[in-house]
């Protein structure tokens, strides 16, 4: 499957974006997707996920009340709506896929497949 994560930019601290990860390839469905961050000089970090029905929900503390995570899967395409953003949300945000029939959710080693990523700039 091939992702591609759209939707990132900048904002205020306070603001909102949604981002956008569209998946072509083989079914949707197939996959529980994941989110993830990486500020510079720090470590790829665990944001949030979804099964592949959407039916579970996870999520990092630190973003947990502010952001949603949710898919479309007739559009192929898995969201992130960011509300409240701080300035320790700045991050290049990537989504990835692994198969749901696989362990884990928070980890990037358990991501078969990686979006390129969008940068999420969230000034003070």
């Known amino acids: 499957v091939q992702l591609q994560a759209s939707g990132g930019g900048l904002v205020q601290a306070g603001g909102s974006l949604r981002l956008s990860c569209q998946a072509s390839?083989?079914?949707?469905?197939?996959?529980?997707m994941g989110w993830f961050r990486q500020a510079p000089g720090k470590e790829r970090e665990f944001v949030a996920a979804?099964?592949?029905?959407?039916?579970?929900?996870y999520y990092a503390d630190s973003v947990k009340g502010r952001f949603t995570v949710s898919r479309d899967n007739a559009m192929n395409t898995v969201y992130l709506q960011m509300n409240s953003l701080k300035p320790e949300d700045t991050a290049v945000y990537h989504c990835?896929?692994?198969?749901?029939?696989?362990?884990?959710?928070?980890?990037?080693?358990?991501?078969?497949?990686w979006g390129q990523g969008t940068q999420v700039t969230v000034s003070r």
């Open positions: 990835a896929a692994k198969s749901r029939d696989s362990a884990g959710w928070r980890f990037p080693r358990e991501y078969s497949y």
């Open positions: 390839g083989r079914a949707f469905s197939a996959y529980n």
């Open positions: 979804i099964s592949w029905s959407g039916g579970m929900t």
